[in-house]
Nanobody
Framework: VQLQASGGGLVQAGGSLRLSCAAS????????MGWYRQAPGKERELVAT???????NYADSVKGRFTISRDNAKSTVYLQMNSLKPEDTAVYYC?????????WGKGTLVTVSS
């Protein structure tokens, strides 16, 4: 499984961005997909998870602002980020978990200016 994240960029506080993560290989529809982020000087943290049956989990810091979704036909997971804050600035990573094995994509940088 290979994961390719895209959609990062520079945005002003209060703005929106949508991240995409395209997966290659088999098993996407039964994979647990997640978005993580790592800010400078901080540990990587979970942002949101979506299970193969559609259930979602969010970090408290992004609840009500971010939405994770998936399109199994396109083997793609999305992260819609609204009302962005400077503290959302980080490299965002896509993760896939399938049959106990995890896969990580290269990150995409999100910078939120105040």
């Amino acid at each position: 499984v290979q994961l390719q994240a895209s959609g990062g960029g520079l945005v002003q506080a209060g703005g929106s961005l949508r991240l995409s993560c395209a997966a290659s290989g088999s098993g996407f529809s039964i994979s647990v997909m997640g978005w993580y982020r790592q800010a400078p000087g901080k540990e990587r943290e979970l942002v949101a998870t979506i299970f193969h049956f559609g259930s979602t989990n969010y970090a408290d810091s992004v609840k009500g602002r971010f939405t994770i979704s998936r399109d199994n036909a396109k083997s793609t997971v999305y992260l819609q980020m609204n009302s962005l804050k400077p503290e959302d600035t980080a490299v965002y990573y896509c993760r896939s978990q399938l049959s106990g094995t995890e896969y990580w994509g290269k990150g995409t940088l999100v910078t939120v200016s105040s």
